[in-house]
Structure formats: C-alpha cells, structure tokens
C-alpha cells in the first residue's frame, strides 16, 4: 500500500471515522452546496499543503480541508524561519504568525494529489485555495484545471497579508471591494461549483468586502484571514521574530488571540441586512468545541481551523467534535443548522441596549480567598464600590457597596476564583429604554 | 569542641562508609527551583492588594512584587526588591519557616487547590541567579559618624549593612573566627549547602564602610563601656551561646554533650567522615536545634536516633515540616518523658538515659512515677540556649534592663542605655528566627540613624 496515498480504514463507530452521527448527534453540514460529515474544516495553510498531511487529518476524522493556495507556476519561493508566537506567562501560545507564502509546490503535483485524494475520500469535503494575478486570463487558466480534480468548491485567498500584496494578489485584492466583486465573477463564469471568497481582516469594515463578493456572484464568504502583526522583538539583536539572517517582516497574525476579533467580524456579516444569507465558514483562534460552537452561533454554517492543530496536531478534532456534539445533546439541537445564527437576534448596535438595565456585583463571603483584586482594581481604576473591611479575627472581608456599583464587571474579572463574584441583574421597575429613544439623548428618534 | 565523643568511633568506622553518599546526605534539602519550575510556580501569584504574605513575612518583604518580577524574568529586579528589605534574603529562603509564615498566609491555601504560592524556593531562585556588575545597593554621603556592632550574626549583619547604606562607618566585633552567626555555624549543613553563609556575607560586605573585627568577646576581651565610649552608638546582636543543662548527676559525662556544639563542629567539618558518630544516640528537645541534630546524627549513619520530649508533639516549637523531615530520616520520637538519669558504664561514660513519664495535670507537667530507659552511647541536649554568662558581666553591661534573662529594648530597639540598641535573639523572647533577627537590625539601624541625625540638628 502507498502510505501517502492509503486508503481510508473504516470502522464504524470509530472514534476517529468520518461519521457525521456523534453521540447521537448529526454533526454532518452542507454548506453553501459542500457537504462534510462535520463542520471542522482544515483552512488553507501549512496544514493542507499535501497529500501526506490531508490524508491525515482526514484519518483523525476531520470534515473538510481547504487544500493550501495554489498559484501560477513557478511555485512561490519561501524564506527559512517563518513563525513566531505570542507567548502567555506560562508559554502558552496566546497568539502566532507566520511569513509562508502560499503553496511553493508545483501546480501540477498539487492538482494530481488533489485529484487522487478526493478520489480516496469521497465523503469529505475538499476546498482548493487559488490565488493568481487580478486578470480574467489567469483565472480561466487555473480554473478548469480545478475543476477537473474533482474538488468540491474553491476559496479565493484574497486575504494573505504577506509577500503576495507585493506582487498585486492576496490582500491587495481583498482590500480594494471593486477586485473583489470582478475576481469572483470570473471565477462563477469559469468554474462550475461553490466559490467561497477569502475576506481579509485588514481593512476597516469587513461588510464591505462581504457584499462586494455576494455582488460577484459568491456563493459564501470565509472569514477572516491573518491580521497583520508583529509579535515580538528580540531587544538584544533589535529584530522581530521570526527573524530572516538579520531581517524580519510583518506576518500574519493567527491563533486564540484573534478571536474575538474574528467573532465580531462574522456577526457583522452575518447581521447585515446587505448580505442576510450569505453563507459564513468562520475562521480565527478556534481551538476547542466552544469555540466552535460560538462561531456557529454567530452566523457559520462551518469552522475552519489551523493554529490549534499546528500546536497541537490533528487529534484535536477528537475532543471538539465530541465536546460539541455532546453540548448539542445536551441543549437538544439536532443539527449544526438547529443553532446556527441564534445568538444574531441578541447581538445589536450600542444604541439599541436597554439604557435602564442595571446589574450590579456580589461577592460570595463562602468562596472568597482574600486576595483582594477586586479591591484594588475597583478602587484604583473603576468605580470605587468595595469596601476593604475587617473582620474581628483579622480576616479581610470585601464588600459591594450597591449604591456605587455600575455593573462593569471589573472585579468579577479579576477575580480568582470561579463564581465568587456574580453579576445579579437587578429589578429596577423601569420599562425597556434604547439610548436611541432616550431623553437625554439630543439625537433621539421618537418611539 | 566534640572531645566529649572521642572514645565514639567516626563515620569513617561506621556501617557501610561511602564517602560521596555521605556528602549527598548533606546536600541540599530542597534543591532550587529550575528556571522553568520558577517560571510556572510565579505565575500561580495572584499578586494580592496589602497581600497577607506580607503581612505574615517578619522582614516586610514585598513578596507579590518580586514574584511578579520573577515572572517578567527581571531577576536582578527581583532580588534587590527582596534585599532592600532584607539583605540576608538568600538564607531567609534556605531557613524561614515559611510553612508558618509566609506560606501559610497565602490565599491559594484558601483557594480550591490548596496549596500556597511556593515563596521561600522563589526567593531562592531570585537570589541565587541575581548578577549584578557591582553591589545594588549605594552608601549615602558620608556622616562621619562611626558605630560598633556587636556580632556578626543575621541581626548584626544586617545592621550594619542598613548603617553603611544611611552613610555610617560601622565596625563589628565577631567573638568566633568567621562571620554568619548560626548560618555560619549553627543551621542544620543540608540547608546551608555550597559555603552560602560565607558567600552572603561577602556579597553584604560589598557595599563598604563595614570592617570586622574577630576573636573580639564582650566581657573577655571587649566591654560595653569602651564601645560606649569610642563609637558614637553601640548595636547588641549577641547570640545565646550558652546551652542550658539537664541539672543531673553525670552531665559531665564522656558521650553527653550540647547539640549546638556538635552541630557547629558538623558544619565547620572539611571531612564529614572524620565526624564522630553515636550508633545509638538520644536527643533531648523539640526544637529546630533538636531536630536538626537528630536528622544530622541520623544522616551521618547512626542506626537508632530517638528525639526525646517531656511533653506532646502538638507542644513542640519545631514545625510539622520539620519533625517531618526527622520522620523521613528514621529518627524515633518520643513524648511525654523527661530526663531522669543519666546512665554510665564501667568507664563512666554515656550507656543510655532513664527517663521519667510525664502528664499534663490540669496544665501542669507532672511525672507519672513510671520510668524506662533507653540504651546509647550519646546524649545531645536541646533544651534551649542562653547568655554566655561573662558576656553581659561587665559594669556597663550588667547595668543593661533585662526582659527575663534577655536585653529589654523599647520599640525602637533602644536598651535602658543611651546610644546601645540591641536585637536579635537577644532581645525579648520571641521565635527566634533568623528573619526576625534581620529585621531587628534593620530597624535598629533606622533608630540609630534617626537619633544621630535628632542630635546633630539639635547641636
């Protein structure tokens, strides 16, 4: 057997099969036309640069992969030393980025492994990543030849922060709206099946390049790509990381830190009236089931991965395809589709917010360890509603004054310890109040 | 200094002498924390507000700081943070029982994992891996003023330091060959590894304006009024050097001697195997000087080390991790006895010890009338140090307010003399530790400067 192209074991109710029925639930999705046995996909990176890998994450049960940029020949030229974290205290890597240019293969390696690796795993789902130069012919070249790998869809990188806007691809097109619309049009008229447009978080508003790929014909958006970003200096050589001999660059920024970030620009989209169903396929610092399950709500209908399983290998799929499947038992959602989109309703405009809501902190005496964070952080930068006492045995006791408390949530933040300090919304006898209808506000619209 | 054991044979003649194994046992106790372990165990700080590990520290060391400067791997930060606020902050880290103090007080003991901060080995860490181009600390102008201190043990020291620092001349005058005091002589050897003692000292010295002057003894060859009458103040950081006795027939005895003792010639000792060892020996106390001696003892290769104590072991002044540590050495404890006679052979030397069973009558420690024995061939006393009598004998120093037998001092450290201060284990009675000892000092040194600067402006 050719260990880079084995065939795919099955057995049923392996852990690690491509079942889309987890623990009783169907975690399988079709989006935007593809479909996969679970909505954990590979993004397009060092991950799925080749068969060896792809067949691996499809091995440890992964549902789709978005196989790494491919371009016009002569495959891209990479630099040695090419990532770098952005460590927590403990070493953990908070954030990473990476200077790798897209696929610096050959086409026609990339297209053969293509080929026979959807041949061999015909349930998963199989994205091709393109980028080629901002002219129709470039596109109607790569095109069919895309099409003949029988891959089920293509994503647009028109997002790559690094190398490629030099050489006027990546995000020197996701960031001009007027590209992005023309690119996605040719790729509709030259190829047959789902284009999905790479959105590059560098930009102001990510609606923009939304609707601009919805005007060109799209079929979803995927969001987002790198951000740019420089996350360490080496103080004594007076460099950034990664380092090149003497030199360094700007890289894109990936992994748990953007996450939020990558949240808020999902419900951007998938909240504006523009662009309504516009299928989403999140991107951005997931790493467990929760994460996941948090992009879900906000609007994708898939997820893609790549920073959690380049710090940790494939095997995570495992644990979030079990974790999310079990959180959906457990809140009786019997499809990805069931929860999609549920939290959009609740998630508005600052003006809209009910002005007379008041929640204000309490702290549990039983749980608390004295440590006195809250304290401080309130007293020195917030709003000055903890009270440091003591107690008669010398112990301290910290309390909320209620009257000063404006519900910030600081001190439940910096707390320690789990449920110590809770917000407890408080019953004001005021009726709902937007800021929009207020009478403070000398821009209010009448209710 | 150990003759009373020369008829014992040494380490060298007993059991299986091994000459690395015995220098292992005597290696450090808790070895230091890696850089990584340090790395991970800052981090578990929550770097309380008015953190109670301060407040429980006896040296007011800013403990969430240096930890959170540890944790931004700014070590040399980290080490002056702690020596500002003690200057013998290294052997604090290897001695303090910080299980009682410190680490006691730490919230995370509260916390659902119960288990504290590890401050001591952090302090450690910070001050073993400090490298500073020259001593941290600078000397203000000069005062001109010049001030004898007397011994060169952890209160000493660091009065001294804390005098050079405010711009003072100082001059310390050492009864013993070495400075340290008990880390030089007296802290069990497995805490006090790699000649530390001696290193601590030289790196305080560093700051200048401090000369010692040795073999200088108050009341043989130094007294109190002519260091009253040369130096413009005088600082007492006297040890107790004097151990107490049983009070029984045979005291004298070839084979019984003061735990101190045999501990200063253990740690003094260029060859561990040369040490004389009791096969069977007994110690009496309950202290960390008891425990210190029983685990030394055992650690040398005695087979049967039995720690003897009148009352129960809730009652004993050496912490739970200490007499664990004894515990884990395979020293025997015995409670509730007390010292009844002690036993000879046809020689006259030590054959073992009678022991009388006691009771706790209504508070009252009472003997049973009960008694058993039991057979060795040393007996090491620990039943608590005082005065050198001829220290305190002379006119001036007999003048001195005593707390008890210690040197009664006011808030600021002041005896009943003007210009002497004193503090340390000769003061009032207290825990007697060496942290306390260098906070003694350094207030001290604050005292003194304060009243040297009254009396200038009033002049």
């Known amino acids: 057997m050719n260990t880079t192209f084995s065939t795919p074991l099955s057995f049923p109710g392996k852990k690690n099969s491509g079942d ?32 060896y ?14 196989w790494k940029t491919l371009g016009e020949e002569p495959p891209a030229v990479n630099v040695s030393s090419r990532y770098s974290a952005h460590y927590g205290k403990n070493r953990e890597v908070i954030g990473f980025n990476n200077i790798e240019l897209i696929t610096d293969r050959s086409l026609a390696i990339n297209l053969k492994e293509i080929t026979q690796v959807k041949k061999d795993w015909p349930d998963r789902a199989l994205i091709v990543s393109i980028m080629v130069p901002c002219n129709e012919e470039a596109w109607a070249y790569i095109l069919p030849l895309v099409e003949a790998t029988g891959a089920d869809g293509i994503e647009l990188n028109l997002g790559c922060p690094h190398g490629m806007p030099e050489r006027g691809m990546g995000a020197a097109v996701g960031q001009n709206p007027d590209l992005i619309e023309k690119v996605t049009y040719w790729c509709k008229k030259h190829y047959s099946k789902p284009v999905i447009v790479k959105l590059t978080p560098n930009i102001t508003d990510i609606r923009v390049g939304a609707q601009a790929a919805l005007r060109g014909g799209a079929d979803a958006v995927s969001l987002i790509n790198t951000i740019n970003s420089i996350t360490s200096i080496d103080l004594d050589n007076m460099v950034a990381k990664p380092t090149v001999g003497h030199q360094s660059t700007h890289g894109g920024y990936c992994g748990s830190a953007v996450k939020p970030i990558a949240m808020n620009m999902v419900a951007e989209i998938a909240r504006d009236p523009a662009t309504p169903t516009l299928p989403i396929s999140g991107i951005g610092g997931i790493s467990t089931w929760r994460d996941a399950a948090e992009f879900i709500a906000l609007g994708s209908g898939s997820v893609q991965v790549c920073t959690a399983a380049m710090l940790n290998g494939f095997r995570i799929v495992e644990e979030m395809k079990d974790g999310l499947s079990r959180w959906m038992a457990e809140k009786g959602y019997a499809s990805i589709e069931a929860f999609s989109r549920k939290a959009i309703p609740q998630t508005t405009d600052w003006k809209y917010l009910d002005i007379n809501f008041k929640t204000i902190a309490k702290i549990d005496q039983d749980l608390c360890i004295e440590c006195g964070r809250c304290y401080i952080a309130c007293e020195d930068t917030s709003h000055q509603s903890i009270a440091k006492l003591t107690e008669q045995d010398g112990a301290r006791r910290y309390e909320v004054i209620e009257e000063e408390c404006v519900g910030c949530n600081l001190c439940q933040i910096t707390c320690p310890v789990e449920n110590c300090i809770t917000m407890v919304p408080q019953e004001t006898g005021k009726p709902f109040l937007a800021w929009d209808n207020d009478p403070r506000n000398p821009f209010r619209v009448a209710s | 200094m150990t003759s009373q054991l020369n008829h014992l044979p ?31 165990e800052s981090q578990r700080c929550l770097y309380c507000f008015d953190a109670p590990c301060v407040e429980a520290c006896p040296s007011d060391i800013d403990i969430p700081s240096f930890i959170r400067q540890i944790s931004e791997n700014n070590i040399n930060g980290a080490a002056q943070t702690i020596l500002e606020a003690n200057i013998l902050g290294g052997s604090c880290a290897r001695v303090c029982p910080t299980e009682i103090l410190c680490e006691r007080s730490c919230v995370r003991n509260h916390d659902a994992e119960c288990q504290p901060v590890l401050i001591g080995l952090l302090q450690r860490h910070a001050t073993d891996n400090m490298q500073f181009d020259s001593h941290p600390f600078k000397r203000a102008a000069s005062t001109g003023r010049h001030i004898a201190v007397v011994g060169a043990g952890p209160a000493g020291l660091s009065c001294a330091h804390r005098l050079a620092m405010l711009g003072h001349q100082v001059t310390i005058f050492e009864a013993e060959q070495k400075p340290g005091g008990l880390n030089e002589y007296g802290i069990a050897r497995y805490k006090m590894t790699d000649d530390f003692a001696r290193k601590e000292v030289e790196f305080l010295l560093e700051i200048g304006g401090i000369d010692i002057q040795y073999a200088q003894r108050l009341g043989d060859n130094l007294t109190l009024d002519t260091l009253r009458h040369r130096y413009d103040s005088v600082f007492l950081g006297l040890g107790l050097g004097a151990s107490r006795a049983l009070g ?20 003094q000792a260029d060859d561990l195997g040369s040490l004389a060892v009791a096969k069977r020996c007994i110690v009496i106390g309950a202290g960390n000087t008891a425990i210190d001696m029983a685990t030394q003892m055992a650690r040398l290769g005695a087979s049967e080390v039995t720690l003897v104590y009148r009352r129960g072991v809730e009652a004993m002044s050496a912490t739970d991790h200490e007499q664990e540590i004894a515990k884990a050495n395979g020293v025997r404890m015995v409670t509730w006895a007390q010292p009844d006679d002690i036993l000879l052979d046809a020689q006259g030397r030590v054959a073992g010890m009678r022991f009388a069973k006691t009771a706790d009558q209504a508070g009252r420690l009472t003997t049973t009338g009960e008694t058993f024995e039991i057979t060795a061939d040393a007996i090491f006393t ?27 001092v006011d808030e600021m450290f002041q005896t009943s003399l003007p210009n002497v201060y004193a503090g340390g284990d000769c003061v009032k009675p207290g825990q007697d530790l060496t942290v306390q ?23």
Do not use: C
Request: proline share 6%.
């Open chain 2, 10 to 40: 040494s380490a060298k003649e007993v059991g299986t002498y091994d000459p690395q194994t015995l220098e292992s046992n005597f290696s450090d106790l808790h070895p230091p924390l890696t850089q990584r372990q340090a790395m991970i």
């Open chain 1, 53 to 66: 890998n792809v067949v691996r994450a499809y091995e440890a049960g992964w549902g789709g992969v978005v």
């Open chain 1, 20 to 51: 889309s029925v987890v623990n009783g639930v169907d975690l399988s999705v079709n989006f935007a036309g593809i479909k996969a046995p679970n909505p954990f996909w590979l993004a397009s990176a060092p991950p799925t640069d080749k068969a």
């Open chain 2, 382 to 408: 620990a039943i608590g140090q005082g005065f050198e009598n001829a220290s305190l004998s002379d006119a001036t120093a007999a003048e001195l307010a005593r707390d008890g037998e210690r040197i009664h």
């Open chain 2, 437 to 459: 000892a260098v906070q003694h000092g350094k207030l001290a040194a604050h005292a003194i400067h304060q009243a040297l600067a009254a009396k200038q402006e009033a002049a």
């Open chain 2, 248 to 267: 029984l027939t045979g005291e004298d005895a070839p084979g019984l001697m003061p735990a101190v003792d045999y501990i200063k010639t253990l740690r």
